[in-house]
């Protein structure tokens, strides 16, 4: 029997959580005037969220089309980055690390910076009104070249440490594979930002130990790792971090059954493994949702679930202060 109220309970991470799947309908809402609103909340909650049998990637990308309307102001910005908090603090997340890609909302009126701005002010806004500490983590584009990716890096930079904690790279991995980035990382490295890439969603093995050769610290999803002993074991070596998403990967197909998911594979392989959400509102879930799941297949094991949380904290891209409160909080919760 799993506990569902001892997991919304816990002190739970989230580190892989995109803030255009993730806001609120009611805030969807509220930010759309009503010509851009699908009439009725049957067709709005249809427009925001995949269906019980979603049908794969294609499904899921629509999903986002509504929410990335939200995002186009600084208002709209700082708003669903509260907004975040709030869905967070209703089932004590301590810490979140929130990513978006700044150049989806950038045009002539409103520059990079000021993108990034108004979420890291969002940031401190949910930090002062929730008990949550969080980090955003800017994603670069794999459509993009890498002169516009270097661009958005500059002016993230600028906030590294005041509210921006990483770099990621999102997008469509098997069209654009990772080494086309490569300039972007080593930039990156130069300039002390750490990163995560998400890798092997969609079974690109390729470009998992593409992202590990380039210096990353965690690799988004990361399941056609599985198909590696060896990728196995430099990621245990190199301490890196696995962000996983259980709904999200079912539902885009990445797995086609729960036997497919490498998540007690992993653990056997004393991989840093993490549960994360993806996109709470698109997948209809939540951390308490993901972590079910996980407690599922392992059989409701309490140990192995703090655990989960207990990589989270130390891959985190958190302070050094912040880690150690949440791993003595964790530890307290068995
Ligand atoms: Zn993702």
């Not at 497919?260 to 994360?276: G, R, S, W």
């Not at 993806?278 to 951390?287: A, E, Q």
């Amino acid at each position: 029997m799993i506990d569902r109220e001892w997991i919304k309970n816990l002190p739970k991470i989230d580190m892989h959580c995109h803030l255009d799947g993730s806001i609120g309908i009611e805030t969807v809402r509220s930010l759309l005037s009503k010509g851009e609103l699908p009439f009725g909340d049957d067709e709005l909650n249809k427009a925001l969220q995949v269906s019980e049998n979603c049908t794969g990637l294609t499904e899921y990308l629509k999903k986002f089309e509504l929410p990335l309307r939200c995002l186009q102001t600084e208002k709209g910005l700082k708003t669903a980055t509260v907004n975040l908090f709030k869905q967070a603090a209703d089932e004590n997340i301590q810490y979140i690390e929130i990513r978006f890609a700044p150049m989806l909302s950038v045009y002539p009126g409103l520059s990079c910076k000021k993108v990034i701005e108004s979420v890291v002010e969002g940031l401190r806004e949910g930090e002062k009104q929730y008990p949550i500490r969080g980090g955003i983590i800017v994603c670069a584009m794999r459509h993009d070249t890498v002169e516009k990716n270097i661009e958005m890096l500059k002016a993230a930079r600028e906030m590294l440490g005041g509210g921006v904690c990483a770099l990621d790279l999102a997008g469509d991995e098997s069209a654009y594979p990772t080494w086309l980035q490569r300039e972007l990382f080593n930039r990156a490295k130069k300039w002390e930002m750490p990163f995560t890439i998400h890798s092997g969603e969609c079974g690109s093995l390729e470009n998992v130990k593409e992202a590990i050769a380039l210096g990353a610290r965690r690799l988004g999803h990361g399941i056609a790792l599985k198909k590696s002993e060896i990728l196995m074991e430099v990621c245990r070596q190199k301490r890196i971090g696995i962000e996983m998403c259980p709904s999200s990967n079912r539902q885009t197909k990445a797995i086609d059954s729960w036997q497919e998911y490498p998540l007690e594979l992993f653990l056997a392989k004393d991989l840093l493994v993490t549960i994360n959400t993806d996109n709470r509102t698109v997948s209809r879930t939540s951390m308490t949702e993901e972590l079910m799941i996980a407690a599922e297949m392992l059989q409701g094991d309490k140990e192995i679930i703090v655990q989960l949380l207990k990589h989270a904290a130390e891959v985190s891209f958190a302070k050094e202060d912040i880690k150690e409160q949440l791993i003595r909080k964790l530890n307290k919760a068995l």
